[in-house]
């Protein structure tokens, strides 16, 4: 029931009814009041929200199916919620010692950091910074981060982060490929890699027909000879490696040289914490190292969302996937970062992109940076000696006589393998730890455990483990000092961190005004809206944000047995049934862990599908031209040909173009890959028409949900008839961006692409998918970024049945109005008197080209609504020249109209520079930085006042975001790429 | 062991030692590292911390008795410590349903005020806004606070808050009693005030020596008589009362017809969730209008803290107790919010002074102001709705024939009192509630119960409820509707909540951005250093505040029966003996809850135990001229004639006088009060001989902890000889200072001093104190501002012994190395070549009175601080024309450093003044905000840049923050006396 009485109903509680809360979080989610709704209906001319949507969405597809949420039926209020969710959360078994390791460790998030980073809205909702002057704050947070990879690693290039270790080997491996020019299809890995890892190359490999050769490295001349073959592209060896091995670094030198011999790369899976003591890989020769910085401070959360990380040498800085900060200057010379390299991205590249990461771990990159800095690299020591300490009492006492059980790794840091004596199973030994001291170990088989030790286990633990290897005497071993007795060949001998950044704030005080500064530089959502096209930067509300610190969430390691992980098996099993309901499919995945990697997975399990039928020779992906950069690149990596198909003058898709392409292609026709509403924010009729076709001619149907957010209750994917989609989770179901990820892409599939979900190979699916025909694991955990799953979660359950479709009616009443009041000062793309186009879905576009000619540019406008106070809308995309705007159901009429007065006002600043009044050089020196204002002298020679560059709209008196820097020069930055903080000699040089 | 050897183990952890984690909480909390610390000891010529300290505390004074903590001795780390916590923690019943009511009621903290600001370091560090020119967030949040109190009462004027309801109707009672110049010595309160109200009452009157009459105000026409008396000054009556009845207005109005009629005052203790709906009580000539604001978002934290409101009519604006934001303008014009009225404060009417109240709770009327701003006056009237239906259902089916009990009261808004049939005993009742029920109620007498509903209420409580008095057809009860009988009698007919704040901010988004907008507004410890002398602004660790939202703290009542509240118990009673063991002291009282009305109980259990001994005679006071104002007004509270003693040329107390004094004084001497180390920051040796004199006068010794900060392991109160101290936790032991409150100020004493230590009249005090010598309360909560304990109760533990010392000898070295930095460019006072000081303690004091005469004031370079981005030190206490700095251990070299030469930077602008350069006048026009430096058009008659009035130093480009508007115009401000936000019509007004 979707008319504007039932809004109504929403904002206003029957008293009389006592059986629910007053309070509905959905009239806390929704911006505008039932009033401001009517004012806005009005000026469109309709009297109903009923009637709007009704002319608004094509009859053929508002389906209205009714949703079947497991909620209330108003959905649950906030204090329901919680108690809810705390109730399941402590299903988990969360106060268990996990000494499991594999890839994820136990760490202390420290609580200055907690609280004023991964809790504060300043940063979790802010976006990727590619509007660098209102970013300077986790720009530089970011920066820290690839420091500290970077001199960990030993290699000058590193980036902003990846979405897992897993997902990283394969971008090490295909850009081993890549450059062997596709030519060398051998790959070699180490035997003792994580599986996890093993299993994300194999998914990734396959679509390539590259070959994986497992050896195993310890056996060096073995291995050498193996990697001699010219027709290896590289290899990856894991340091320490997954038994806790540590391969010494002139054996790694001999693989490095065996491959460097025929230009082939040397790839290195490491751990941060290890490397602080550890040789660093470039001194062997590593060309890329890899690696998860989880253990720096970011809660395990089941597997994630966690950083990866991923450095180069300098030859490859240029082919290096993913994002990269760097530093460079502004128009008036100050030193200032920016997103690096933008023109080396997927979305310019499509389907000769190397990569398709888009959305990464940001948050989680800062988290880790953050620990760097608040620790220092003699804190980071520290910690590192005591786990070796540790784990060198614990391996000590096994090797002695008295222990009836084997260590087979005779090097470590913090793990040891464990061949079990006294005919005792493995499975005996986990019960007994766990039954008798509450401790969760690893089997690696029937009779072989391994242990990882981490920053959080004190000497109790390590009598514990003791004793459950029947260690007599503990205190013998558990007083000797193993402090200073990390091996002299492994240990390194620079020292490491040397910037002044990590030697600066070591107190709580310091620390905490370090984060606030770099908070107070960014715009975020808790500033003013961001009305980023696509991207549906929404409200991420607290109560769904609480429980991500919860330690029932938090403190779960991803491999836990499934009866000590109920609680998230309770929440995913319902979660996965409304994601269902809600897109009308009838089976998902939520393993991928970003948009980019549901496509990914889409076209895979597509392809796995296809396969099973015998149609493996199906290698061709329709996509549209307005589609994202990731579909194309997507499907590239899928090892899908990429066909174009039109799109028409009114911005829809050209279904006679897609026929004759799908007839052309048709024994070849894989699947076509749409979004809907369309990339330009328009709902078209002839969306199942085009299902159709593909469908006709055998091809698969691929839904990008990106524009999900204009569907929830009103369509779906899987009424449109479609046989995948993805769900943008950080965007239509608010997981916050957090700055550049985490992201939670879950995969929507019809039945008959069930069986072909990807599965895991450490331990099973909980939620029972994962079969025979499963594609191999496409993330390191089982259910990608668990530990935001809660978000949406919470989210779907209070909107309830009845307030979830409004986020897509509310969101398209916004856009509209805010089009409404913009279409007489700007043409509207598309929706203008030249189509029949009367609306808009959840986004518009403004289009600016005609101005080109007469000197500006949409980057002009863009960074001139930085002096309103305002982020930009998305710029030149999905079209050049362009700006789509996507204003979220939670904005409010208030916010709807400072923005558009902003853009009317920006219209006439416009006008000034195309009439060549010098006054129109206010958007050419636009953003105005407080230094320009403060400091130029030569404002007399402007044409405008320094009030009409600050202040151009009196609600900036009261309330204005301003930017710290002026406008950046790309180019500078992209000639003269530094991506590491300066080092101590750099800066005394510039000093100088 | 207070050397700089041991400060390095603090932060250089022996990594032989396992038995302990790595990190101590102590190398976070203090400042300065140990390089620092040698580079700060060389500045002053010293090689060690061990030297400089038997340096600088005279060797008399520095008793290094060892701390005995109940702590690890290296204190717990910061993950050891929550875990402690949270076990204490779940000691306490926090999942029991209360009904108890009496002035404390369950309420929801909306989640998003919680996050975005009971959790925020941008909040909670903030100081009292003396400084308004960067304190307009909070300045603007607790107008909204006045505006809410003085809407909902009807009254012109509230203050921004007092302690407690307790407090705030002693208050009333004074404030009537000196209208009538303390002439009438009667006072009469209903007999259905809250029994904890009333106990605070007799503690407040008896100093006075008022009687105060109670009358049972339903009897109306006895009342009447009573009232008529020309004796009586005025009269305080609940509404609705304690029993849950509600007196007519027109009896009310009766009432105030009576004490009008000899010119004596009404007064009424309210609820302001009830007066939602109630007749406002100005509309029946109540005069004053107190109480709680607690349930408007504030968790119920075992008593406190919470903000009590205080409003008052126009004629009483000048005599209002505590602080008042009023609307004034800016140097430039524009309004801005300040504390109006300081000229009429303790702190300058001392001993003439009416209250003595100083510390209030600004940051839980900031919650509650924030509550009402989320709600908007529909949302508030339908929680009062809710609360009235529900309790309707309860009170008709009590009434009903088929239940055995009686309702005693026959009007209602949450409360019912009922009297048990059936023979059924109140404890038999209470027991089957909670056993069967999980259900607190509370027992008026051995067969009278009472209940009160509240916003957490729901259908199923009230469905247990009615189990719980054994009424049957529940549902026939619960199906009748009362959204609609709310008492036509009682009800308010006017609009609430007119103004636009009110109706802005309803959506999460709004909010959070409201919050935001006010944050951003507003300098905290999260920006820079707040070097307030005598106020201790040190860090509040981010561990220390979290257990304050944790349910298990937050969510009980503090009449909760003991065995309930075993967490409390176990963490008071700790706390208590490690405060002794700090102090030297035998017995404590953690009931008041600021530091002034710590000094009042100090006193008061002072003159009991003389009376107690036959010596009430005893009345007389010595303060020494320098003390805190609060010092002489809380002594004239407790009855007693202050006498001055003097201080000599070097800052050290003249003994000669103080024995005079005390000699003249002699038979009538009650008690000292000093402050150690002095306001001025001085260590005097003398201290002791001065104890000693005091003590062979009979006299008692009362030292105000204030400065305990600078005294903690080397030297105490104890120690010296002194017979009570008050501590304050917001200053010394980590409590923040939350913009002006809470605090927490356990007063210590020796041993004959305890059977004094005030008692609770509701419970009893669970640490066991409170016998037959006991004082009534000074708080309405038995253990005052409980919630905030935890705080204190976490720092001394975290510190341990072995680190908590370390607070004090590091706050005297910063201030100390601050001190030789500046005395080359500003004349110290008292320690300077005129005297043989060569140090101070943790506080100096720069002496600016030199440049009055050119033209230059404190003020000048107070405001000019903040165009460094410093909030400036305490101005003009202890002495007129002075700064006095305490920068605390928490601040780092660094910092230190940076506020140095901002002051020495002003030096040089201060010598530019006194020379009669133009450039001089920027002190004049500071602080310069933006819209200074942007819109002024008269630049180039300044005879400075915009640049040297933004940036004097080159930090500042990086790092800055910006006051929002210019400096305020003082009088203007106190003459147009404006403390609500302007109503609708106002605005409407000023934009015509
Ligand atoms: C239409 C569309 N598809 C896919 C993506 C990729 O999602 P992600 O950034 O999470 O990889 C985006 C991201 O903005 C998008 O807008
Ligand atoms: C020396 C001294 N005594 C007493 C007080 C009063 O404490 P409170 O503000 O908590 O009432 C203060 C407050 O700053 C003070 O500095
Ligand atoms: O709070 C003070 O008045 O110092």
Tied chains: 1, 2.
């Excluded at 290039?157 to 997902?167: F, I, P, Q, Y």
């Excluded at 900060?325 to 997103?339: H, P, Y």
């Excluded at 170990?441 to 959080?456: P, Q, W």
């Excluded at 392409?661 to 328009?682: D, F, N």
Aim: hydrophobic fraction near 35%; glycine fraction near 6%.
């Amino acid at each position: 029931d979707i008319t504007s009485t039932q809004y109504s109903r929403i904002f206003n509680p029957d008293l009389k009814n006592i059986d629910r809360p007053l309070d509905t979080f959905a009239r806390r989610h929704l911006g505008p009041s039932p009033s401001d709704v009517k004012k806005m209906l009005k000026t469109m001319g309709y009297s109903d929200l009923n009637a709007f949507i009704e002319e608004l969405v094509p009859p053929n597809i508002l389906k209205r199916r009714p949703l079947k949420l497991e909620a209330p039926s108003k959905g649950f209020c906030e204090q329901e919620m919680l108690q809810h969710l705390e109730k399941i959360a402590n299903k988990n078994h969360y106060k268990v010692k996990n000494f499991i390791g594999k890839g994820y460790y136990g760490t202390i998030l420290p609580p200055v950091i907690q609280r004023n980073l991964l809790e504060s809205p300043e940063w979790y909702t802010s976006y990727t910074p590619y509007q660098p002057e209102i970013s300077q704050g986790r720009l530089e947070a970011l920066l820290n981060f690839q420091t500290v990879v970077s001199d960990l690693t030993g290699l000058p290039v590193a980036n902003a982060s990846l979405l897992d270790e897993g997902t990283a080997a394969g971008e090490a491996m295909l850009l081993s490929f890549n450059i062997s020019r596709k030519k060398k299809l051998k790959y070699v890995i180490d035997k003792k890699l994580h599986q996890q890892t093993k299993s994300v190359l194999h998914t990734r490999a396959k679509p390539f027909n590259i070959e994986i050769i497992e050896v195993d490295c310890s056996d060096i001349k073995k291995a050498v000879d193996v990697l001699k073959n010219p027709d290896v592209s590289g290899c990856l060896v894991q340091y320490p490696a997954t038994d806790g091995s540590i391969l010494p670094p002139d054996s790694m030198k001999q693989l490095s040289d065996a491959l460097h011999s025929h230009k082939s790369l040397l790839s290195v899976a490491s751990d941060l914490m290890a490397l602080t003591l550890l040789k660093p890989p470039a001194h062997y020769g590593a060309d890329i190292v890899l690696g998860s910085s989880q253990r720096f401070g970011v809660p395990m959360g089941y597997g994630g969302p966690h950083a990866a990380f991923f450095a180069v040498i300098d030859k490859l800085n240029r082919k290096i996937p993913g994002r990269i900060v760097g530093i460079s200057k502004d128009r008036l010379g100050k030193t200032a970062l920016r997103l690096a390299l933008q023109t080396r991205e997927q979305h310019i590249k499509r389907d000769k992109a190397t990569s398709n990461i888009c959305t990464a771990q940001a948050l989680l990159a800062n988290v880790a940076s953050s620990y760097c800095v608040y620790h220092g690299p003699k804190g980071l020591q520290n910690i590192s000696r005591r786990i070796f300490s540790l784990t060198s009492i614990l391996a000590n006492a096994i090797e002695n006589d008295s222990c009836p059980h084997e260590l087979i790794n005779k090097t470590w840091f913090d793990t040891l393998t464990i061949k079990l004596g006294n005919g005792i199973s493995s499975e005996q030994l986990l019960d007994k730890a766990l039954k008798e001291f509450n401790i969760n170990l690893f089997a690696v088989d029937t009779t072989t455990i391994s242990l990882a030790l981490d920053e959080t286990t004190t000497k109790a633990d390590v009598e514990n483990l003791l004793k459950v290897f029947d260690i007599e005497n503990s205190s013998q071993f558990l007083s000797e000092d193993y402090s200073n007795s990390f091996p002299r060949e492994f240990q390194r001998t620079d020292e490491i961190l040397r910037n002044e950044v990590f030697h600066m704030h070591h107190s709580e005080t310091a620390m905490l005004r370090y984060l606030h500064r770099l908070q107070s530089r960014d715009l975020s959502l808790a500033n003013s809206m961001i009305p980023l096209g696509s991207c549906t930067m929404k409200l991420n509300s607290t109560v769904e944000m609480m429980p991500i610190t919860w330690p029932q969430f938090s403190n779960i390691h991803p491999f836990q047995p499934s009866n000590q992980v109920q609680g998230y098996k309770e929440l995913i099993t319902s979660l996965e049934k409304d994601l269902c309901s809600i897109t009308g499919f009838d089976g998902i995945s939520l393993q991928p862990n970003s948009g980019a990697q549901g496509e990914y997975t889409g076209l895979r399990v597509i392809r796995s599908y296809l396969e099973s039928k015998g149609e493996n020779h199906r290698n061709v992906c329709l996509i549209p031209v307005s589609a994202h950069g990731t579909n194309p690149a997507s499907a590239a990596m899928a090892g899908l040909k990429v066909v174009p198909v039109n799109c028409l003058q009114d911005g829809s898709l050209d279904l006679v173009d897609l026929k004759n392409k799908a007839e052309q292609h048709s024994k070849e026709l894989a699947a076509v890959m749409i979004t809907y509403p369309s990339t330009y924010g328009l709902f078209e009729p002839g969306i199942q028409h085009a299902i159709d076709i593909v469908h006709s001619f055998g091809g698969q149907v691929y839904l990008d949900g990106a524009n999900m957010n204009a569907q929830v209750g009103l369509t779906s994917p899987g009424d449109l008839g479609a046989d995948v989609c993805h769900l943008n989770l950080h965007k239509t179901f608010s997981i916050p961006h957090g700055g550049g990820g985490p992201a939670g892409a879950p995969i929507c599939v019809k039945s008959h692409l069930i069986p072909h979900l990807p599965k895991h190979d450490v331990v099973d699916m909980i939620t029972g998918i994962g079969g025979s025909k499963s594609i191999d694991s496409v993330s390191s955990a089982p259910y990608g970024n668990a530990l935001v799953l809660p978000i949406s979660y919470a989210y779907i359950k209070m909107m309830g049945n009845e307030g979830l479709p409004f986020s897509s009616v509310i969101a398209m009443l916004n856009s509209n109005y805010m089009m409404t009041r913009l279409k007489d000062h700007y043409k509207i793309l598309f929706v203008n008197e030249m189509s029949t186009l009367k609306h808009c879905a959840h986004e518009f576009i403004v289009d600016l080209r005609e101005y080109k000619a007469k000197g500006v540019e949409a980057i002009d406008v863009a960074k001139r609504l930085q002096d309103y106070g305002f982020h930009a809308p998305t710029l030149a995309f999905p079209v050049p020249g362009t700006l789509m705007i996507e204003p979220t159901e939670s904005e409010n009429l208030e916010e709807l109209d400072r923005f558009c007065d902003a853009m009317i006002s920006i219209k006439e600043e416009i006008n000034a520079l195309v009439a060549g009044q010098p006054k129109g050089q206010i958007l050419k020196n636009a953003p105005h930085s407080l230094e320009d204002l403060i400091t130029s002298s030569n404002w007399d020679t402007r044409g405008y006042t320094r009030e009409e560059a600050a202040y151009p709209l009196p609600f900036l008196r009261y309330n204005k975001f301003w930017p710290t820097v002026a406008r950046l020069d790309d180019t500078y930055g992209d000639m003269n790429l530094i991506c590491t903080c300066p080092s101590v000699e750099e800066i005394a040089n510039e000093t100088e």
